[in-house]
């Protein structure tokens, strides 16, 4: 079974520029959330799309958008990049049967890690 | 709202011995579920375990157990003989219930250093 995967690993960008992640969801998983998480911080809820569509917002800006698509593979967008928006970026896919019998719901990916000069 | 906090920044323990990581909570919510995750420096979220407020028994997986305590809202981790691979940091979070989905929020972590 393959796990959560996220392209690319690492990004570098500059102010003002736009950027899009990707995210691949585990099998059988038809949620997923995305996570800010700034050095020294906890993971922050971005967004969640469910079924391709959003169906949850944290507080973030509208210049934060996503995509799920059909096979349930995810897409983060953010425009006009500013410096605060380097952070590493979590996403997580949640089964559709519910949590794992250990209890866990959101599996996460390796992240990448975006850095705004 | 709900909140998660982590009071200790930091925690250094030697191979073999315990460790007890603090996590305090606050909702309003009778219902609700608590995590623990480890981080190591790659950055991928490992979920450790998990407890549910209606659980009469502390969850334990392994090495790890989670000390639950409702009436004073916390939810401790104890990691009982710490390996040097246990280096890493910890992320105390809870489920969040909206209107329609469901969502974690987290603490801001405690590093934990596993000397030899």
């Known amino acids: 079974e393959t796990g959560v995967t996220q392209s690319p690993t690492h990004l570098i960008k500059t102010r003002g520029q736009q950027v899009t992640l990707r995210c691949s969801s585990q099998s059988g998983h038809n949620t997923v959330s995305w996570y800010q998480q700034a050095l020294g911080q906890g993971p922050q809820f971005i967004f969640q799309y469910y079924r391709e569509e959003e169906n949850g917002r944290g507080n973030f800006p509208p210049r934060f958008s996503g995509l799920q698509f059909p096979n349930y593979s995810s897409e983060l967008n953010v425009n006009a990049l500013e410096l605060d928006d380097s952070a590493l970026y979590l996403c997580a896919s949640s089964p559709a049967g519910g949590p794992s019998l250990s209890g866990n719901e959101q599996f996460f990916g390796p992240g990448t890690r975006l850095t705004v000069l | 709202a709900q909140k998660i906090t982590q009071t200790q920044p930091g925690m250094f323990v030697q191979e073999k011995e315990a460790v007890t990581l603090d996590c305090t909570y606050d909702t309003s919510d009778p219902s609700y579920g608590l995590f623990w995750y480890k981080q190591p420096s790659s950055g991928e979220m490992i979920f450790l375990i998990y407890?549910?407020?209606?659980?009469?028994q502390n969850a334990t997986e392994g090495r790890y157990s989670l000390n639950f305590q409702k009436a004073r809202k916390s939810a401790n981790l104890v990691i009982s003989a710490s390996q040097l691979g246990d280096s890493a940091m910890y992320f105390c979070?809870?489920?969040?219930?909206?209107?329609?989905?469901?969502?974690?929020?987290f603490g801001k972590g405690t590093m934990l250093l596993v000397s030899p």
């Open positions: 407890q549910g407020s209606y659980d009469q």
């Open positions: 979070a809870m489920r969040v219930l909206n209107s329609g989905y469901s969502t974690l929020t």
